[in-house]
């Protein structure tokens, strides 16, 4: 997220004694503040309730002002009519084809033919799990709608994400990303009051997400305990490319991995093109797959520089192991994976971090606190380096440079950090300055890749597009960065793009969804040439121009490797996958489960409408039992933890606090401190606004703490927001460990996995969190 100068409140805002209260303790200096008419700062924060009518706007209209009378004309071809098919009786199914065979039209006609057939009875949701692709589906289905329906797009970026239970009554269909269903499903007063059974048809798009841990498999949850309800049910649609088989290795596990997922969608037939498999095969190209050997080099002078600096960092972390004589992070320490760039090194480096993190400290900055601490940051560091030693072989140094000076920005020399911590700086200021006395050659994978492109981009005319698939947002950066100013005028006119995800900072390699949108665009238009793309564009991206697959030293699964190769949608598409030798071994595994996977299909597509129902119900059964016993020890749990105190601390410090008392939740969903001690101890740093769930997020939240005399943490504790005209600090669960008052230290990756109560926040506590001076000798002396 982009830092920026100042905030924007409104004058009713300024005057509230919780801005105030900002104002005096410096955590928001008054000059970064500008004040504008309230109409102008947003709708969304104000404290009254918001009506329905608020949330009607350009981008969610009525779709009947732009379609002509009947929509697009679908023109089904055989092998999708035969996809179709039993969808269209009514039953629930998944539909597996290729990419590019057009599972979204035969997922419109389906959902056309329920508009028709239920009439005013008919509410159908379309999941889509990333929001360009929920975009571009919107965009399809409303093409198609009959100017009579009513269509919304809503995702988690959209200022009324919190608010489909008002605006589902006026639409017809909704297409939506998945957490936004979840999110008016769950709570014990779910803001969904009639729950999945509102709609007719759920449409999943890649359904075969729908597995335990995914947003997904989540909504299938709340249909599954409604099933056992007896509540009358929507019908289910899934649409897949690759239904995956995990780590299948044989025919039989496979079925049993496919199965699984059939039984999470509840449906009862799996359908794929059998008798019009010939039309399929001449519509579909299929692209041409081949594997290329990359260049192993260890030897660089970069590379020997960082691995001397992660043996130093890791004999200062064993130091100040000894010091603070804590089994656990001791443990560790004796046990340094031996590879730098393995991925068990990356693991190990997660597992100090959580261990430094779960230790308590004492009340004052002793060397052992100070001890804990440096080995959180040090753990980082190495995490950093254990990346830069797995990219190097594949790009610039300068750009790994480039990529660890962005990494370590929350490091940076200054005065108020703790001598030692400027230390570990100082020796990526030395990096840099090795790094900047050497002449560059070009890595030698890079020529591989270039040669790459020219042959099946450059050489063969202005029409032609490329996706070359990373493992990481740093090589995305670097290799986008490499093609744009490599001195080629060949490569450097493709103009070549970086594609990530939308869930990292700008300044970690992540994009807007805007600067997502425009990047496909500019693709789409030619303009751009070469994406160089994440696991995001692996999925549903639909560019008919694309004749180029690259997966640069990067292997997924079985899934991910259907999935990427048909990005290859032109016809005499090539596949390549450039790779060094562990991973050329791990795709020839993938291959073998595609081929078990395609294998299973076809035998699972050829069960009865009754053994195929009584396989999912057989594991409906299990899922049932499994899910009652998980509630069984919840609910135990919750009974043993709801009146249990707790402080949140910020992980590095462990100055700053809040108690449990203190924490509410807002929509069930985000943690938010209700202490206004906390604003006396930290520092508001303004970042461009960007709103979600009906909240606007305006800034990071710096931790104050003391480390050592006159130095402070400068931790990124949380975010700020303003929900109801108030700041907040939302605090972020992977920077803080909790510690309750029987002594357990637990850490989390998700709120969700907490397993301490915490309230709502209440009109009320709005109010007097808003309203009261604070602290309270300030109370007299705003009244003289």
């Not at 797995?390 to 950090?417: G, Y």
């Not at 939240?701 to 600090?729: Q, S």
Request: aromatic letters at 6%; proline letters at 3%.
């Amino acid at each position: 997220m982009a830092s920026r100068s100042a905030l924007y409140i409104s004058q009713e805002e300024a005057n509230l004694p919780v801005w105030q209260q900002l104002q005096t303790n410096d955590s928001l200096k008054w000059n970064g503040i500008e004040i504008r008419d309230g109409s102008s700062v947003g709708s969304m924060n104000d404290l009254s309730d918001i009506t329905q009518d608020d949330y009607f706007s350009d981008e969610f209209s009525d779709s009947s002002d732009e379609n002509e009378e009947d929509g697009e004309d679908l023109k089904l071809r055989e092998y999708q009519k035969e996809l179709s098919k039993v969808a269209l009786t009514g039953r629930s199914c998944v539909i597996c084809a290729p990419t590019g065979s057009g599972k979204t039209k035969v997922s419109v006609n389906i959902i056309l033919e329920h508009l028709k057939r239920l009439k005013k009875g008919a509410k159908i949701a379309f999941f889509a799990r990333t929001v360009p692709l929920a975009k571009q589906q919107y965009q399809t289905i409303k093409n198609h709608l009959l100017r009579t329906y009513k269509i919304l797009l809503m995702t988690g970026e959209s200022q009324d994400s919190m608010s489909l239970h008002k605006l589902l009554p006026a639409y017809d269909v909704v297409v939506v990303t998945p957490m936004i269903l979840v999110n008016h499903l769950c709570g014990k007063k779910p803001l969904l009051k009639d729950g999945i059974g509102v709609f007719t048809l759920l449409v999943f798009d890649e359904c075969h997400h729908t597995r335990e841990g995914e947003p997904y498999n989540d909504i299938m949850y709340y249909y599954l305990i409604a099933k056992k309800r007896h509540d009358k049910m929507p019908q289910v649609v899934g649409l897949t490319a690759s239904i995956g088989v995990e780590k299948a290795l044989e025919e039989d596990d496979a079925k049993v991995n496919i199965m699984k997922v059939c039984g999470n969608l509840d449906v009862d037939h799996l359908a794929i093109v059998k008798k019009n498999i010939s039309e399929l095969q001449r519509i579909v190209p299929v692209p041409r797959e081949y594997d290329v050997s990359l260049v192993e080099n260890e030897k660089s002078l970069a590379t020997l520089r960082i691995h001397e600096i992660m043996m130093e960092l890791e004999g200062i972390a064993q130091h100040y192991g000894l010091e603070g004589k804590n089994t656990d992070v001791s443990t560790l320490l004796s046990r340094v994976p031996q590879s730098k760039k393995h991925p068990e090194y990356c693991q190990w480096t997660v597992h100090l971090y959580e261990a430094a993190k779960l230790v308590k400290i004492e009340d004052k900055p002793t060397e052992t606190n100070m001890a804990f601490r440096n080995i959180n940051i040090i753990s980082q560091y190495l995490k950093a380096y254990h990346f830069a030693v797995e990219a190097i072989e594949l790009a610039q140094t300068h750009d790994i440079i480039q990529f660890l000076e962005r990494c370590f920005v929350p490091f940076r020399r200054n005065h108020e950090r703790a001598t030692q911590e400027n230390y570990f700086y100082q020796l990526f200021e030395d990096l840099k300055e090795v790094v900047s006395r050497q002449t560059e050659n070009i890595n030698p994978n890079l020529e591989i890749l270039a040669d790459t492109l020219r042959e099946h981009v450059v050489h063969r005319g202005n029409d032609t597009r490329a996706i070359v698939f990373v493992r990481t947002r740093m090589l995305a950066e670097a290799l986008s960065s490499w093609l744009c100013r490599c001195g080629e005028d060949d490569l450097m006119g493709l103009n070549a793009k970086k594609f990530t995800s939308t869930n990292a900072p700008e300044d970690l390699e992540g994009m807007s969804e805007t600067q997502q949108r425009s990047v496909l665009e500019q693709f789409h238009s030619g303009e751009v040439r070469v994406l160089i793309a994440t696991s995001v564009g692996e999925e549903g991206l639909d560019i008919p121009q694309c004749n180029l697959v690259v997966k640069y030293n990067h292997t997924g699964n079985e899934v991910s490797k259907v999935q990427t190769r048909g990005r290859s949608r032109a016809v005499g598409g090539v596949s390549i996958l450039l790779g060094l030798p562990d991973i050329l071994r791990r795709e020839q595994m993938n291959r073998h489960r595609v081929h078990l996977m395609e294998a299973a299909l076809s035998e699972i597509s050829e069960k009865s409408l009754g053994e195929f129902r009584h396989e999912v119900d057989e594991y409906q059964a299990e899922l049932y039992h499994q899910w009652e016993l998980e509630e069984l020890i919840k609910e135990q749990r919750r009974m043993r933890m709801r009146n249990v105190n707790f402080q949140a601390y910020c992980h590095l410090c462990k100055r700053v606090s809040v108690p449990s008392t203190k924490i509410r939740t807002i929509y069930e969903k985000y943690r938010v401190s209700i202490d206004r001690e906390l604003l006396d101890h930290i520092k508001i740093v303004p970042t461009e606004e960007t709103s979600m769930d009906q909240l606007l997020f305006i800034g990071s939240a710096k931790c104050l703490g003391e480390t050592e005399r006159g130095k402070v943490c400068g931790n990124n504790i949380g975010v700020v927001i303003k929900h109801k005209k108030c700041p907040f600090v939302t605090l972020g669960i992977k920077n803080i460990v909790l510690h309750s008052d029987d002594k357990e230290s637990i850490t989390k990756k998700q709120w969700s996995k907490v397993p301490y109560f915490v309230e709502e926040l209440s009109q009320e506590e709005l109010i007097e969190y808003a309203t009261t001076i604070f602290p309270p000798q300030r109370e007299g002396a705003a009244a003289n």
